[in-house]
């Protein structure tokens, strides 16, 4: 049994009973959020899933970081494949009474994990030229969708971690941003999935940052608030996750 399969009193359902597919490690993340009328999400959303939202307002969240030791079960990681950067746009939903993620987009430096993931999961991965580089106490990271066809969308900034590590209390903003053990994802005839995924309880930092640029809302029609985001950071996050099944 994998270790992580032990640690489950922080979720808010029980695990898959279903062998895990696929391991991978989260690193250097940071969680850009952004708050949003929900009727100019609605519309972007499956009938299906009710989007999720907090005091009135929808969410819309860009996080960057780096994937490393991704492999499916009963395989190994290996260099040049195993390891990449990853940049998505992502809201919030539920469905059947489990709150989850739903992505608009997710970049990636990584040919055949973008083939994988549309093929796999049914979730909408591009192509990028990117870049993540710590240097000092910072990220330096750079995003650029060379996926032909698509939409652009750019991303170019740095953050940096500010404060101790802290573990969100339920009820909070926080916890209702990150907290959330499942995806879903859409077919191209309509059919929409949910996959599983577990993870310790997310050891968040207070950040700070300086975006250069940040086209990624640009796919979907929407120019973010003329704010500062909400920012959180967490260094590492190992992470399994399930096969999606259909709803």
């Known amino acids: 049994m994998h270790p992580l399969l032990t640690q489950t009193d922080h979720r808010p359902y029980a695990l898959s009973t279903k062998p895990w597919a696929l391991k991978m490690t989260w690193l250097e993340l940071l969680f850009m959020h952004w708050p949003v009328p929900a009727e100019s999400l609605r519309q972007l959303i499956p009938p299906e899933l009710e989007l999720d939202t907090f005091d009135g307002s929808a969410w819309l969240g860009v996080v960057p970081f780096e994937m490393r030791d991704v492999y499916p079960r009963y395989t190994f990681s290996v260099p040049g494949l195993s390891t990449f950067p990853e940049l998505n746009l992502r809201t919030y939903v539920t469905a059947q009474g489990r709150p989850g993620v739903w992505f608009f987009s997710l970049d990636a430096a990584n040919w055949a994990a973008v083939r994988l993931a549309r ?41 940096r971690a500010l404060d101790s590590l ?23 005839q309509g059919g929409v999935f949910r996959g599983e995924i ?4 997310w050891p968040l930092q207070q950040a700070e940052t300086e975006i250069q640029i940040n086209r990624m809302t640009e796919q979907i029609g929407l120019t973010l608030p ?17 096969l999606p099944e259909k709803l």
């Open 198 to 201: 577990h993870h310790q309880a």
């Open 166 to 188: 802290e573990l969100s209390t339920p009820g909070s903003l926080e916890h209702f941003l990150t907290e959330r053990y499942c995806l879903y994802s859409a077919d191209a």
């Open 119 to 159: 093929a796999g999961f049914n979730l909408p991965y591009f192509d990028a030229k990117m870049s993540c580089l710590e240097l000092d106490d910072s990220i330096y990271y750079h995003s650029k969708r060379t996926h032909k066809g698509a939409p652009p969308a750019d991303f170019v900034g740095q953050y």
């Open 226 to 242: 003329d704010t500062e985001p909400l920012l959180h950071f967490s260094k590492r996050l190992e992470v399994l996750a399930w």
